[in-house]
């Protein structure tokens, strides 16, 4: 079994920062992608990082060259610094685990609310 703990959300003034953490424990293997997705009340859930064991990230567009995505690979933890804040980023942020075995395995945190507002 996997457990996933974020931590790290808040509120925060547009134009700020804030940094997520997630830290993946249990029955771990085969790590395809660790990473974050957020759903915004009335939406749906949408990617907005991911990373691989060999460092290679993919970005939603609207957090390009704002977010940045990392990774502990030892201690199997994704951390996403967020940065230039602005009050569409306001949403739920969960923490996703992709596994590969004898099929491909999705585990997700509990989410942590991330809200932007004056």
């Known amino acids: 079994q996997v457990q996933l703990v974020e931590s790290g959300g808040g509120l925060v003034q547009p134009g700020g920062s804030l940094r997520l953490s997630c830290a993946a424990s249990?029955?771990?293997?085969?790590?395809?992608?660790m990473g974050w997705y957020r759903q915004a009340p009335g939406k749906q859930l949408e990617m907005v990082a991911r990373?691989?064991?060999?460092?290679?990230?993919n970005y939603a567009d609207s957090v390009k060259g704002r977010f940045t995505i990392s990774r502990d690979n030892a201690k199997n933890i994704v951390y996403l610094q967020m940065n230039s804040l602005k009050p569409e980023d306001t949403a739920v942020y969960y923490c996703?685990?992709?596994?590969?075995?004898?099929?491909?395995?999705?585990?997700w945190g509990q989410g942590t609310q991330v809200t932007v507002s004056s």
């Open positions: 996703n685990l992709v596994t590969v075995g004898a099929g491909v395995n999705n585990d």
């Open positions: 990373i691989t064991t060999g460092g290679g990230t």
């Open positions: 249990g029955n771990i293997f085969n790590i395809k992608f």
